[in-house]
């Protein structure tokens, strides 16, 4: 380890390993429920399952345009022996036909339609020829031809969607359509987010130019928006100093309303870095301290009077790579989220070799660029965690594992994307079609 | 072509020539901008280039713990060799050292600090050993080393994010960074999204059970859920039933306030399906009626009035799969996204074969579920535009593409994931570890 203020870490944790310590150890409580109006409830983690009242459709129904028909009678039918039969009436979607049809009878039936009492296939408009009243069916129906059977979409009682499911628009469809109009679904875990630091200015009050030395705080802002697109409600616990005792009181009354606390910067082992002396002295567990990540080393997972609470470090860089590694998973555990998360994965050809050290997860930003042979991943910056405007220039993440030495030029590989539109960069002032 | 219903389209054009003819036919107009909070601007659409006002780092700072020297004072030092400087004083992320640095004295730095003046590199604590008021250093030093420069993450006047970005939490950490509070983004494109047929009741005034023929209307919430998640505000516009001058109305009222109209139901050629010809009494022009994908084929991309309105089908697959290939891209043409959206695309194995027609672009349900070889894709159903509960319980679509017959048991695809989570369902009634 070249990294001297890595010096005072006895070891490092693989992030995998440091993961489930972390979660294994947290004695974690399910967030409580509460209920949603469907039209609310878009992106929300369900809270039990949902079984279907009713079955859907809840009646039989064609499934295509044409000649409902009993196919008794229609047996045997083609081109050279052709049935006829009686149009008696016709169907449409939300207007039933009332009777029921009897022997060598059929009603026209659009798409949707209620089947009529007695029918019990659907001959399609090629296969049938309408003349003064009467219909010439050239083919045959087997019984259910061209009808949606009640239930066959779900069936009363089923279970249609399961706890821990995360709501998206289909989901909320079919719940709809079961006439569902409220659902319980897990409370937004409550996180309270402040960064340390004396060096820091709130952007509420940075005034141009700064004074000499001070930067504006930027990783609350940033843990606060990526908990949002999480389903986490963050709440500012803002800027502190590095001293021990205004830390203290910050992370106090930050577990007094929060369901977890994140805390940015003072977590390595340098002088002025006191997060973890100050979890220690409200009596808290350091469960792990370190991990085998670059950027993002001096990451500390804590427990404080039974709550999680999460150092991240100050550099932005390493403060976004511990959020992904560490407080995602949090929340999707919190939430009891059903199911692992899949990233995002881009397969692209890295344009230049990518050196790293043997047991470290390493980071490196890459910028995917179209080619004619597809994808080529460029590495914006091997190092420099303090460095914000690699986060926003890359397209993704290469992750390097810990048993990977790096890559070569040329190899594929398989990059974590960031963002959802891959940017076209101008190039050189000339704008391209966008 | 074996579908009766389609029987009407004189062809079915290809979906990327579909969509390619429509935005070129469409004269839009860039949604207007305005101004909002940084704390705000999450998945907003930037309006123009951000431009850096300030330099960051806005001072040359230290980028590790140790000793501020002049490079010039320790060349040669090496453990053999060692240089002794004066300490003078301490400088600390936030707390600069107030002097200047003269021949053989240095400053205690910490990682952050600004570098005092006269000092140009850091040299590290391991290579350094203080005692009595002075430190040994064993190593030279390069000029600049352990030194980020002013500048060196953002250089003022540099554009740092494109006008087209989609702010992502990274983004809003770098406007902060330059104390930048507002930023100019597109307001929402407002999309008006209402449903046709006479057979659908609103979920507002479902009493379970439905009076016979009648079912709750889902699609509307479906893609007025799917506006929210790609940055739209959608607008309700209820439920008309399957009359052309009520649906004229309905879709004149929508123009009047939104950016866009999107309508579900009655656009294919059967008898009820009015919605063209609405469109065409509006004095609109159809663009692409009929396209060759499956679910989904009877989609219309129209204009009314100089604004852009979408036709979706009524059966709730065909219109997810409408609204994925058509209203997605619509959106962001009217936000000017930047770039191309990537999809989440999930490598799995499928389980059984898929029979597509050629010269349709197919839509395949597809299940995935973990075995010891990777991920098997397992179809849900091969058809059934209808039955939403195929959508809910699938991960993602298995795309056949147009000059494709189908794909055989054990090949390998790539899934377009549906959902952020892999769901672990439970199988009979065992609960797994969540």
Known sequence: MSNVKMKGFKRLERADNALSKYLKALKIKVIDAENVMLEDALGRVLAEDVVAPIDIPSFDRAAMD??????????????????????????????????????????????????????????????????????????????????????????????????????????????????????????????????????????????????????????????????????????????????????????????????AVVISGGTSVGKGDVVPDAILSLGGKIIVHGVAISPGKPVALCEVKGKPVICLPGYPVAAFIGFLLFVRPLIDKLLRIRGIR????????????????????????????????????????????????????ADGFLVVPEDVEGFEAGSNVEVVALRDHLRRMRKGGKEEDI
């Open 66 to 259: 044409g000649y409902a028909v009993r196919s008794s009678d229609v047996r045997g039918a083609s081109p050279n022996n052709p049935v006829i039969l009686k149009i008696i009436g016709e169907a449409s979607a939300g207007k039933a036909f009332k009777g029921r049809l009897g022997k060598g009878e059929t009603v026209r039936i659009s798409t949707g339609a209620p089947m009529p009492e007695g029918a019990d296939a659907v001959v399609m408009l090629e296969y049938a020829e309408e003349k003064d009243g009467y219909v010439e069916v050239i083919k045959e129906a087997v019984p259910g031809e061209n009808v949606s059977e009640k239930g066959e979409d779900v069936r009363a009682g089923e279970v249609v969607l399961e706890e821990g499911t995360i709501l998206e628009p289909q989901d909320l469809a079919i719940l709809a359509s079961l006439g569902i109009k409220k659902v319980k679904v897990r409370r937004r875990p409550r996180v309270f987010v402040m960064a340390c630091g004396n060096e820091l200015v709130d952007l509420v009050h940075a005034q141009l130019p700064l004074p000499p030395g001070k930067i504006v705080e930027t990783n609350r802002l940033m843990i606060m928006s990526s908990l949002k697109k999480i389903g986490a409600e963050p709440i500012d616990g803002g800027i502190v100093g590095d001293d021990i005792s205004e830390i203290m009181a910050a992370i106090s009354s930050g577990l007094k309303i929060a369901d």
């Open 342 to 393: 899949m990233e995002k994965k881009i397969n692209a050809v890295l344009s230049k070799r990518v050196p790293s050290k043997t047991g470290i997860m390493e980071f490196v930003r890459v910028s995917l660029v179209e080619s004619t042979d597809g994808l080529i991943a460029e590495p914006i910056r091997i190092t420099g965690a303090g460095v914000l405007s690699s986060l926003s220039k």
